[in-house]
C-alpha cells in the first residue's frame, strides 16, 4: 500500500510525541517533586568524614561527631523530610527483601547496627534474622549505579554494594551516599511521597530534604540529643512542623531533642506528616491539614507536655526565687544533660499550667545551661531565667 506524504507527515510527529513523552517520563520523580521544596534544601558541612591522624571525625558547623558514637550501634533511621522511618518490609529476612520508609513501629525491621569499615564508609546491618551476627545488610540492588537501583536487604557479602558514606548536614542529619556511585548518589525517599510503604531508592545526590536522615539511637544517648539541640537552636527541621506562626514552638523543639537522643514515639506523643502543603501552619486548619498529631497533643503543647511526662517520667519543682536563693535545690536533683525543664504558673500557691519548655544542654557555674524555641536560644543559664520569673514554678524531669 502507497503511504502518502501527509500520512508519513502524522507518523512522524506521532514519533516524535512519543519520544517526548518517554523522556519526560524518565525524568527523576525526585527532580521534578522537589522543585516544590527547592527553600528547604540541606547543605553538607565540610566532607563528612575527615582524617585525623588519631580518630575519624565527622564536623558539623556547630558540633563535632566522632565515628565512635555511630559505630557498633543500633538507630532507627528517619527520613528528614516525610518523618518515617527506613524500614525492611514485612520484616523479612531474605536475600532481596524491599526497604521501604514506614511510621514507627519500633520492631526490628526499623533497627540498623551501623558497623565502621576502616574506609571512610559504614555497613548498616538490619536487626532482621539476626542470630550470634547479623546476618542482612543494607544493600542496592544488583550493585547498580543507576539511578532508580533498588534498596534492599542482602546478606553480609562485604562489596561495595553494602557500604555507604555517611554526610552530615547543617541540620545534624545525615546523607547516606553509595560506595559504588563514589559518593555521587544517595539513599532516598522516592517521590517524594509521604504515603506510608512509600519506596526508597539510589538516586544522584541534589541537596533536597527527601534525601537526608535522623539517625535516632535505639539505646538512650544524651549526648545526640544535646548536639541535636546545639545545632538546631534556630533551625527547623522539615520532619516537624515549623510552629512560630502559631504562638510557640518550645515543645515541638524540646520533643525532637527527646527522640534524639533515644526516646522514642509513645502513645499520644509522636507527629507525622501527611504532606507538603503546610511545612510553617498558619492556623490550626493548616496544621491539620498536614501533619498527623493526637489531639490535644503533648508533642507540640507546653502544657500538654508536662501533663504527659508528668505521668511517665519522675519530676520535681521549685519556685523560681527559691532556686535563686538556694541554687544546690535544682543542682543538687539527678538531673542531667538531656533532661528537661519548664516553666509553669503559680496558681494560688500551687503548680499550675506549664507555659515554656527547655532543653538541658550543658552546665556552667553549678547550674544547667538550657536550650530552646521560640526565642531560638542556644544557651541561657537557669539562674537568669530564675531572676526573670520568682513566682513561677521550675519543673525538672528525669528523662534520661
Not at 83 to 88: I, K
Not at 346 to 366: C, K, P, Q, R, W
Request: aromatic share 14%.
Amino acid at each position: 500500500m502507497k503511504i502518502k506524504k501527509n500520512q508519513i507527515k502524522f507518523l512522524l510527529c506521532l514519533w516524535i510525541a512519543i519520544l517526548l513523552v518517554c523522556l519526560v517520563c524518565s525524568t527523576s520523580k525526585a527532580t521534578i517533586a522537589n522543585e516544590i521544596y527547592q527553600d528547604d534544601t540541606i547543605q553538607l558541612d565540610n566532607m563528612g568524614i575527615i582524617q585525623d591522624n588519631s580518630k575519624q571525625l565527622m564536623q558539623t558547623k556547630n558540633v563535632t561527631y566522632s565515628v565512635d558514637e555511630f559505630n557498633g550501634k543500633e538507630f532507627f533511621i528517619k527520613n528528614m523530610f516525610t518523618g518515617q522511618y527506613l524500614d525492611v518490609s514485612g520484616g523479612v529476612a531474605k536475600n532481596g527483601t524491599n526497604v521501604q520508609q514506614y511510621k514507627y513501629n519500633g520492631t526490628d525491621s526499623q533497627k540498623w547496627y551501623m558497623k565502621y569499615n576502616n574506609d571512610g564508609t559504614f555497613t548498616f546491618f538490619s536487626r532482621v534474622g539476626k542470630t550470634s551476627v547479623y546476618e542482612y545488610a543494607l544493600d542496592i540492588s544488583n550493585g547498580s549505579t543507576a539511578n532508580y537501583a533498588n534498596v534492599q536487604i542482602w546478606r553480609n557479602n562485604g562489596t561495595d554494594s553494602q557500604k555507604f558514606i555517611v554526610k552530615p548536614s547543617n541540620f545534624s542529619t545525615f546523607v547516606i551516599f553509595t560506595k559504588i556511585t563514589n559518593g555521587t548518589k544517595a539513599v532516598v525517599v522516592n517521590g517524594p511521597t509521604c504515603n506510608q510503604g512509600g519506596n526508597v531508592d539510589q538516586y544522584t545526590y541534589q541537596g533536597h530534604v527527601n534525601e537526608a536522615w535522623i539517625l535516632e539511637p535505639v539505646s538512650k544517648n544524651s549526648t545526640l540529643g544535646v548536639k541535636y539541640a546545639q545545632n538546631n537552636f534556630n533551625k527547623y527541621v522539615p520532619a516537624y512542623p515549623d510552629l512560630r506562626s502559631l504562638g510557640g514552638d518550645c515543645a515541638n523543639f524540646v520533643s525532637q531533642c527527646m527522640l534524639a537522643s533515644g526516646i522514642h514515639y509513645q502513645n499520644d506523643w509522636y507527629t507525622y506528616r501527611k504532606n507538603e502543603n503546610y511545612s510553617k501552619p498558619a492556623n490550626v486548619s493548616q496544621l491539620d491539614n498536614t501533619w498527623q498529631l493526637s489531639d490535644p497533643s503533648p508533642w507540640i503543647s507546653a502544657p500538654e507536655f508536662g501533663k504527659y511526662w508528668k505521668k511517665n517520667a519522675k519530676y520535681h519543682y521549685y519556685k523560681g526565687k527559691d532556686i535563686t536563693n538556694n541554687p544546690s535545690l535544682a543542682w543538687g536533683l539527678s538531673i542531667t544533660k538531656g533532661d528537661v525543664v519548664q516553666i509553669a504558673d503559680s496558681v494560688l500557691g500551687f503548680l499550675g499550667n506549664a507555659n515554656h519548655t527547655m532543653y538541658i544542654t550543658d552546665y556552667e557555674n553549678s547550674s544547667y545551661v538550657l536550650t530552646y524555641h521560640s526565642s531560638e536560644t542556644e544557651r541561657k543559664n537557669l539562674l537568669d531565667i530564675c531572676r526573670q520569673y520568682p513566682n513561677s514554678y521550675f519543673v525538672f524531669y528525669e528523662i534520661m
